[in-house]
C-alpha cells in the first residue's frame, strides 16, 4: 500500500511490531491546498518507545554483520531504489510543492548515497594497530547505537540520506521522523530501504516535531541524534539530548553572503548560476544565497541583469513543464516572506516584484509568491540579517573588501559562502577571512558541495559535519584496545 494512503503509521511497518490506532492528519498539495496528497500518523509516547526498542534491540545484529556485510546490503538497498523515483519524485512534488526536475534530483539522490556509503563501508572493519616498545594498542570504530535522523520538508529525502547512510555504515539502527509537511516520498523511500535489511534497523515515526520528535530525542535508549532544520527548533534538540548526555549533530539554517568582487565578470553564465542558487526550491534551500554584496563599480549593471533574468522565472505548479519554481511549501512559511517583503518596504527599500504566474496555477488556491529582488536597504535591514527562507533577495554595494567581508560575518550565522571573481587565488583568499563552513568560489548551489569535502556550519549554524567519513566519524566511537607491558613503570597514587 501506498504512504500516500497508508492509514497508518509506518513506524509499525518498519519496526516489525505490531499495528495501532493513531490519529491521522492529512498532508496537503502547497500547489492546491483543497488536494489531500496522503495522511500521517500522529505517533504517541507509547509507540515512539516500542520503535526505539525494536531499533535498540536490532543494534547488536547489524553491528555483528560487519562493515563489508551491511555495505553489501545497503548496495542492494540502492539498486532497489533506482526503480520508481519517477512515481516517487511526482509524489514529491505534490506533497512539498517544489518543480519535477528537482523532486527528481531529491529522490534520486537515494540510491547514490547509499551506493556511495556502501563503498566507504567495505573500509570499516579496518582497525588500526600500534606495536611499540610499551605494547600493543588496537584503535577502532564502534557503532555510536540508535540514532534518530529529524528531517526537514525542504529536500526531505536527499537530507535525510545525506546523514541515515552514514549511520548505517556505522554500524547503527536508525528511526527517521520525517516532517509532517513532506513525509510520503521520504516514507516510501525508507520503506524500501527497510526490506532489504534487517527487521529493526530502519524504523520511522511520523508525528509532529513538539511530541514525536521530542520524545525521540529525550528517550534514553537513543544514542545520536542527527538533526537538519531551523536553529531555534536546534537549540530544543539541544536541551532534549542534553539529560541522557546523548551525542547531538545539527545542520541548521544559514544567512548566506555571496561577494561579487570588482575583478568578476559579469555575464550570463553568473548571472544564472546565482539566479539558481537564490530560488532553487523557491529559496528554501539552507545554503541558498540569502545575500548578495556587489562591488560599487559592478553594482548597477549586475543589478541590471539580474533583474532581467529573475523577470523570465515562471511560478506555478511543480507538475507543470514550464513552471520555474513552485509555490512555497506552507502557508507559514508564505506568510512569513510575505510579512518580510512589507517590512522592508515600510524601511524604504525598493522591492521589484518579477516573474510571472502560470497561467494554470490555481494561485489563490496555493502558497504561491513571485520571485522579488530588494534593493536600496542598509546592511542592518532585517530582510538582510535573517534566513528569508522564500524567492527574494537582497543586493548592497560595497567599496572595499574589508567591508565586504566585515559585512559578511556580521550574522550569527555561518553555514556557507561564496566568493565570484576571475582572479581565483585572490578569491580563495578572500573566502578565509570569510566565517562559514564552506566557502564556494564561482559557485553556490545544490551540488557546489560534494561528498568529497565536509559539510557543516559554524556559529549558530549547526554542530558536526556531513559528507564522507566525516559523516560516519559523527556515528561512531572510538574503542582503544591496550596491553601494555611497562605499567608498573609508573607509579600509582599514594598508600597510606
Not at 491546498?33 to 525494536?54: C, H, L
Not at 537549540?235 to 542534553?242: E, T
Request: proline share 6%.
Amino acid at each position: 500500500m501506498s504512504s500516500s494512503t497508508l492509514p497508518l503509521s509506518t513506524a509499525a511497518v518498519l519496526s516489525g511490531s505490531a499495528g495501532f490506532a493513531a490519529e491521522l492528519a492529512p498532508v496537503l498539495n502547497p500547489a492546491r491546498t483543497s488536494e489531500v496528497v496522503g495522511w500521517y500518523a500522529q505517533a504517541s509516547v507509547e509507540v515512539v518507545d516500542d520503535v526505539v526498542r525494536a531499533a535498540a534491540a536490532a543494534a547488536p545484529l547489524w553491528d555483528a554483520l560487519g562493515a563489508l556485510e551491511r555495505g553489501r546490503l545497503m548496495a542492494a538497498a540502492a539498486t532497489a531504489l533506482e526503480h520508481g523515483i519517477d512515481e516517487r519524485a511526482e509524489l514529491l512534488t505534490r506533497e512539498q510543492g517544489k518543480v519535477l526536475w528537482e523532486s527528481r534530483l531529491d529522490v534520486g539522490g537515494a540510491p547514490r548515497l547509499l551506493d556511495y556509503y556502501a563503498g566507504l563501508a567495505a573500509t570499516l572493519d579496518t582497525e588500526e594497530v600500534v606495536h611499540d616498545e610499551r605494547g600493543t594498542t588496537v584503535i577502532r570504530r564502534v557503532p555510536i547505537g540508535p540514532t534518530v535522523v529529524i528531517v526537514p520538508w525542504n529536500y526531505p529525502v536527499y537530507l535525510c540520506m545525506m546523514v541515515l547512510a552514514p549511520a548505517l555504515a556505522a554500524g547503527n539502527p536508525v528511526i527517521v521522523k520525517p516532517s509532517e509537511l513532506a513525509p510520503l516520498a521520504l516514507t516510501e523511500t525508507l520503506a524500501i530501504l527497510a526490506r532489504h535489511l534487517p527487521p529493526g534497523v530502519v524504523n520511522v515515526v511520523p508525528g509532529t516535531g513538539p511530541a514525536a520528535g521530542a520524545a525521540l530525542v529525550g528517550h534514553p535508549l537513543v544514542r545520536k541524534v542527527l538533526f537538519t532544520g531551523g536553529t531555534q527548533t536546534g537549540r530544543s534538540v539541544l536541551r532534549g539530548a542534553a539529560e541522557n548526555i546523548t551525542s547531538v549533530s545539527l545542520e541548521l539554517g544559514g544567512n548566506d553572503p555571496a561577494v561579487i568582487l570588482e575583478s568578476a565578470v559579469v555575464d550570463d553564465q553568473l548571472i544564472r548560476e546565482i539566479r539558481r542558487s537564490v530560488y532553487t526550491c523557491t529559496g528554501q534551500v539552507c545554503f541558498n544565497i540569502k545575500r548578495l554584496y556587489v562591488h560599487r563599480s559592478r553594482y548597477d549593471e549586475f543589478v541590471e541583469q539580474f533583474k532581467s533574468a529573475v523577470d523570465e522565472i515562471v511560478v506555478g505548479d511543480g507538475l507543470h513543464p514550464e513552471s520555474t519554481i513552485g509555490p512555497l511549501n506552507n502557508r507559514r512559511q508564505w506568510e512569513s516572506v510575505t510579512a518580510l517583503i512589507a517590512e522592508t518596504e515600510r524601511q524604504g527599500g525598493t522591492v521589484d516584484v518579477l516573474g510571472r504566474a502560470h497561467p494554470e496555477a490555481r494561485w489563490n488556491d496555493g502558497h504561491f509568491m513571485l520571485p522579488s529582488v530588494i534593493t536600496g536597504v542598509g546592511h542592518e535591514a532585517s530582510v538582510v540579517g535573517c534566513e528569508q527562507f522564500g524567492p527574494t533577495v537582497p543586493i548592497l554595494p560595497f567599496d572595499d573588501e574589508d567591508e565586504a567581508v566585515r559585512m559578511a560575518n556580521d550574522t550569527e550565522f555561518g553555514l556557507a559562502a561564496s566568493v565570484w571573481s576571475s582572479d581565483i587565488d585572490h578569491a580563495l583568499a578572500l573566502g578565509r577571512r570569510i566565517e562559514a563552513g564552506s566557502v564556494f568560489v564561482n559557485s553556490h548551489r545544490v551540488g557546489s558541495s560534494d561528498m568529497t569535502m565536509p559539510f557543516g556550519g559554524m556559529k549558530r549554524s549547526g554542530l558536526g559535519r556531513n559528507h564522507g567519513m566525516w559523516a560516519i566519524d559523527e556515528c561512531s566511537e572510538l574503542q582503544a584496545l591496550s596491553h601494555r607491558l611497562d605499567t608498573a613503570s609508573f607509579p600509582g597514587p599514594p598508600t597510606h
